[in-house]
T-cell receptor, first 115, second 110 residues
Framework: AQSVTQLGSHVSVSEGALVLLRCNYS??????LFWYVQYPNQGLQLLLK??????LVKGINGFEAEFKKSETSFHLTKPSAHMSDAAEYFC?????????????FGKGTHLIIQP | DGGITQSPKYLFRKEGQNVTLSCEQN?????MYWYRQDPGQGLRLIYY???????QKGDIAEGYSVSREKKESFPLTVTSAQKNPTAFYLC?????????FGQGTRLTVV
């Protein structure tokens, strides 16, 4: 079985500062890894994903994440936070079906941007 | 425009009543999913379907039922057997390598 741990249910950064959201996973098979963003009362939007190949993945809105197999981590970063980045962020991992049988999500991290 | 439509956005029901949530997609995806979201709990998989007329239970299927009679549609019924049905329900479709999500239905049982 797979699981996802997101460290910190709330993260607060100043506008213009580095954003770092942490995600660690466990999986018995080579994982596919995902970051999604959710704005209040809306669905989830895919930010980026790692399937195979390059371990540094670039996504939308200036976000990127690095797959580190040795650390079982997939942390999300953005060099400079913007007020519009305030939202809930979810890390997710696929199962043995490569995601066809659904994803396992972390509990989410609420990102707060201080002006 | 292609996408996933969930309706209604807000739904109120009395305790003990069954209620059906609609999910329609025009993305021509084979796979569809239902997730439940509770505050601070992330998303949990209820049911999924990889092809028409076939579906499988997810991690929290008890008290829920689904059907998949058409490729475009994957309705979810919350039955009276679901002990705590108040939640935000999200439908998704698409490849396992990054499914697309609808806008969700917030169900409140009073």
């Amino acid at each position: 079985a797979q699981s996802v741990t997101q460290l910190g249910s709330h993260v607060s950064v100043s506008e213009g500062a580095l954003v770092l959201l942490r995600c660690n996973y466990s999986s018995s098979v080579p994982p596919y890894l995902f970051w999604y963003v959710q704005y209040p009362n809306q669905g989830l939007q895919l930010l980026l994903k790692y399937t195979t190949g390059a371990t540094l993945v670039k996504g939308i809105n200036g976000f990127e994440a690095e797959f580190k197999k040795s650390e079982t981590s997939f942390h999300l970063t953005k060099p400079s936070a913007h007020m519009s980045d305030a939202a809930e962020y979810f890390c997710a991992v696929s199962g043995s079906g490569g995601g066809a049988d659904g994803l396992t999500f972390g509990k989410g991290t609420h990102l707060i941007i201080q002006p | 425009d292609g996408g996933i439509t969930q309706s209604p956005k807000y739904l109120f029901r009395k305790e003990g009543q069954n209620v059906t949530l609609s999910c329609e997609q025009n993305l021509n995806h084979d796979a569809m999913y239902w997730y439940r979201q509770d505050p601070g709990q992330g998303l949990r998989l209820i049911y999924y379907s990889q092809i028409v007329n076939d579906f499988q239970k997810g991690d929290i299927a008890e008290g829920y039922s689904v059907s998949r009679e058409k490729k475009e549609s994957f309705p979810l019924t919350v039955t009276s057997a679901q002990k705590n049905p108040t939640a935000f329900y999200l439908c998704a479709s698409g490849p396992g390598q990054g499914p697309f999500f609808g806008q969700g239905t917030r169900l409140t049982v009073v």
